[in-house]
């Protein structure tokens, strides 16, 4: 069974920065998708940034200009590199990982809390 394990989660001030990883048990070139969703308390979990096999990379709305995905294929490691941190951007953070296959297979982290507060 695939794992996926975020890191990086933290309290931090509004106009801070945070890194998150997230680590896999498995080559992430095996991978097609790999997205970074977030939820906060009492909202739908949403997709805030997505990187494909081919590098393809793209951001919700909300964070442009202020995050960054990133990967490193060595460390079987995806980031998410976020600044400019609002109090909007509280949430429990997860990662996912789609293979298309066949047959098609996805998994979850378990999440990392940002809290960005004064």
């Known amino acids: 069974q695939v794992q996926l394990e975020e890191s990086g989660g933290g309290l931090v001030q509004p106009g801070g920065s945070l890194r998150l990883s997230c680590a896999t048990s498995?080559?992430?070139?095996?991978?097609?998708?790999m997205r970074w969703y977030r939820q906060a308390s009492g909202k739908e979990r949403e997709m805030v940034a997505v990187i494909t096999k081919s590098s393809s990379i793209d951001y919700a709305d909300s964070v442009k200009g202020r995050f960054t995905i990133s990967r490193d294929n060595a460390k079987n490691t995806v980031y998410l590199q976020m600044n400019s941190l609002k109090p909007e951007d509280t949430a429990a953070y997860y990662c996912?990982?789609?293979?298309?296959?066949?047959?098609?297979?996805?998994?979850w982290g378990q999440g990392t809390q940002v809290t960005v507060s004064s």
């Open positions: 498995a080559s992430i070139s095996s991978f097609n998708i």
């Open positions: 996912y990982a789609l293979a298309f296959g066949p047959p098609r297979r996805d998994y």
